[in-house]
């Protein structure tokens, strides 16, 4: 049994887990209502609601999941990447926990915990979800705030995620950063991903949308969202701004199908380029409707396996972390109390993939 800590950014997570799959409790504490204000995530704010949620969460937590933190066999938590002091009020949580328990302490990386996401079996109406494993060798697009990546997962022990390496990452804005600037382009409130779906959701069938650029396309398999980002901006304060409220929906529109449109096409580019079959869509973008769609629809004609988390398990999760957290544990990682945050942990520092 694994209880696990993330506090990366602004999202204050505790989760327990059970046989390296099985999750019996997990609590998100959202800091939107915090930094909204704010047009985003002030870090010290962040940090300091950190330090004052941690432990009634984790008391709740443990409430639900119905079991002594005694039974705890390990605990696993988030070094990095992320914001520098929300990572260390989390690392040092965790630290003063393994040691109070005396139970070994497992750092992980932020993105492979999105990648597990698509290992977890959860509750729903008193039942057992159990999705299929991931086969591997697989591709995993990680598509977050602050990242947008796409990794190629070889098969590793057991059958399960082996090494990984890193294909393609942005450039300059990952793509939910992207989606926080447009919405406050377009005077959306933050964050900024949501509020673009759902204003894109207004826009008629057969109603024109702009056609912005699609940045890099067909150029590897690096992303850039920089550029859209101009365009948008060029486009709205040209002609968005004077053609009513319907003009933020069509640019919000044209704004999502260009972001999906680049993801998917890098995405599929990859997949043939390495015969594989297998995809993982994960991080807090993979919440987007039409992203969902457009792979989806992709796995019934192209006959891929895609796994996408349910949108709980996209966002920044504590659950994710028991899973990468057990997989680390089941293949004998330990981290000594010496365990540091690191803001800005390369992904291919994982041992284990």
Same mark, same amino acid.
């Given at each position: @049994?694994?209880?696990?800590?993330?506090?990366?950014?602004?999202?204050?997570?505790?989760?327990?887990?059970?046989?390296?799959?099985?999750?019996?409790?997990?609590?998100?504490?959202?800091?939107?209502?915090?930094?909204?204000?704010?047009?985003?995530?002030?870090?010290?704010?962040?940090?300091?609601?950190?330090?004052?949620?941690?432990?009634?969460?984790?008391?709740?937590?443990?409430?639900?999941?119905?079991?002594?933190?005694?039974?705890?066999?390990?605990?696993?938590?988030?070094?990095?990447?992320?914001?520098?002091?929300?990572?260390?009020?989390?690392?040092?949580?965790?630290?003063?926990?393994?040691?109070?328990?005396?139970?070994?302490?497992?750092?992980?990386?932020?993105?492979?915990?999105?990648? @597990?996401?698509?290992?977890?079996?959860?509750?729903?109406?008193?039942?057992?979800?159990? *999705?299929?494993?991931?086969?591997?060798?697989?591709?995993?697009?990680?598509?977050?705030?602050?990242?947008?990546?796409?990794?190629?997962?070889?098969?590793?022990?057991?059958?399960?995620?082996?090494?990984?390496?890193?294909?393609?990452?942005?450039?300059?804005?990952?793509?939910?950063?992207?989606?926080?600037?447009?919405?406050?382009?377009?005077?959306?409130?933050?964050?900024?991903?949501?509020?673009?779906?759902?204003?894109?959701?207004?826009?008629? *069938?057969?109603?024109?949308?702009?056609?912005?650029?699609?940045?890099?396309?067909?150029?590897?398999?690096?992303?850039?969202?920089?550029?859209?980002?101009?365009?948008?901006?060029?486009?709205?304060?040209?002609?968005?701004?004077?053609?009513?409220?319907?003009?933020?929906?069509?640019?919000?529109?044209?704004?999502?199908?260009?972001?999906?449109?680049?993801?998917?096409?890098?995405?599929?580019?990859? @997949?043939?380029?390495?015969?594989?079959?297998?995809?993982?869509?994960?991080?807090?973008?993979?919440?987007?409707?039409?992203?969902?769609?457009?792979?989806?629809?992709?796995?019934?004609?192209?006959?891929?396996?895609?796994?996408?988390?349910?949108?709980?398990?996209?966002?920044?999760?504590?659950?994710?972390?028991?899973?990468?957290?057990?997989?680390?544990?089941?293949?004998?990682?330990?981290?000594?109390?010496?365990?540091?945050?690191?803001?800005?942990?390369?992904?291919?520092?994982?041992?284990?993939?």
């Amino acid at each position: @049994m694994i209880l696990a800590i993330e506090t990366s950014c602004d999202e204050t997570a505790v989760a327990l887990l059970e046989k390296g799959r099985y999750l019996l409790a997990h609590k998100v504490a959202s800091q939107v209502a915090w930094h909204r204000p704010h047009g985003g995530v002030v870090p010290e704010l962040a940090a300091r609601r950190h330090m004052e949620t941690l432990a009634p969460l984790l008391q709740e937590v443990l409430a639900e999941g119905g079991r002594p933190l005694e039974e705890v066999e390990a605990v696993a938590v988030t070094r990095g990447p992320g914001l520098v002091g929300s990572l260390l009020v989390g690392v040092q949580f965790a630290k003063g926990l393994a040691l109070a328990l005396d139970r070994p302490l497992i750092g992980v990386h932020h993105l492979v915990g999105h990648l @597990m996401a698509t290992h977890l079996a959860y509750r729903r109406g008193g039942s057992w979800v159990e *999705p299929p494993l991931p086969r591997y060798p697989a591709l995993g697009l990680i598509v977050s705030g602050s990242h947008t990546d796409l990794v190629q997962i070889d098969e590793g022990e057991g059958g399960g995620p082996g090494r990984l390496h890193l294909l393609g990452s942005t450039r300059d804005d990952a793509a939910g950063e992207a989606f926080d600037k447009a919405a406050r382009i377009l005077g959306l409130p933050y964050p900024g991903g949501p509020a673009i779906e759902k204003a894109a959701l207004q826009v008629e *069938p057969g109603e024109p949308i702009p056609a912005f650029p699609r940045p890099l396309l067909g150029k590897g398999f690096d992303f850039s969202f920089s550029g859209l980002k101009t365009a948008l901006l060029y486009w709205w304060e040209e002609e968005g701004r004077h053609q009513g409220e319907r003009a933020v929906y069509r640019g919000a529109a044209g704004f999502q199908e260009a972001v999906v449109e680049v993801l998917f096409q890098k995405t599929a580019q990859a @997949m043939e380029a390495l015969g594989l079959k297998s995809l993982l869509l994960v991080g807090g973008v993979a919440a987007n409707r039409r992203l969902r769609e457009v792979f989806q629809r992709a796995a019934e004609e192209k006959g891929w396996e895609v796994h996408i988390p349910p949108l709980a398990f996209c966002t920044d999760n504590a659950a994710m972390i028991a899973a990468a957290g057990a997989l680390s544990f089941q293949r004998g990682r330990r981290d000594s109390l010496d365990l540091d945050a690191h803001p800005s942990l390369p992904l291919q520092e994982e041992g284990w993939l």
